[in-house]
């Protein structure tokens, strides 16, 4: 999946992600989100998540193999001062949102300076900017060529030895011909 073209100006705040659990019983589980490319406003957030404290954790979130550009808030609060992302630090909020989570081989795109990689979950990559990624044309984040270069340090990084994103020749080959 690639997700391009965000913005705040657009109705909505161009976060890329929302993981949001109101059940007080049976809350939000397993949930896979595995070789995206994803470029949320920069102003923005790159995930916003919530819970209320009072209900139990979500579990069973994997967030995996990922492009993404972080956003000047990265992994925010849903809203309320009574949800477990209310501290908006993306270790802390994985730790106090799900009972078991998978936040690993991500490549964060232009993590700000207040959340650098000590902040986040251990085992991902940091691309300072866009262009440290490496793809053919970026085109401002709108209709490029997301596809890895061959001098990308991303290709070929996946779990499963793939590229980290989405698998750009094999979505172009299912949208061929498609209007």
């Known amino acids: 999946m690639v997700v391009d073209d965000l913005s705040e100006r657009y109705v909505g705040g161009g976060t890329a992600i929302e993981v949001l659990n109101g059940w007080p019983r049976n809350p939000l589980n397993t949930l896979t989100i595995n070789h995206i490319t994803a470029f949320p406003d920069p102003t ?82 940091f691309a300072q900017t866009i262009d440290d990624v490496g793809f053919t044309n970026y085109n401002d984040s709108n209709g490029g060529d997301y596809t890895l270069l061959s001098s990308s340090p991303y290709k070929n990084k996946g779990t499963d030895g793939k590229d980290l994103g989405a698998d750009i020749v094999g979505l172009n080959a299912a949208l061929a011909n498609v209007e």
């Not at 967030?63 to 809203?79: A, D, K, M, Q, R």
């Open 44 to 125: 923005g957030h790159m995930m916003i998540a919530g819970n209320s404290e009072k209900h139990p954790h979500m579990y069973g979130f994997v967030f995996t193999n990922n492009l993404i550009v972080t956003g000047e808030y990265p992994i925010w609060n849903t809203g309320g001062h009574r949800s477990c992302a209310r501290r908006d630090v993306p270790i802390t909020t994985m730790q106090r949102c799900f009972a078991n989570s998978t936040f690993a081989n991500n490549a964060l795109i232009a993590s700000p300076p207040q959340f650098p990689p000590a902040s986040w979950p251990a085992k991902n990559m």
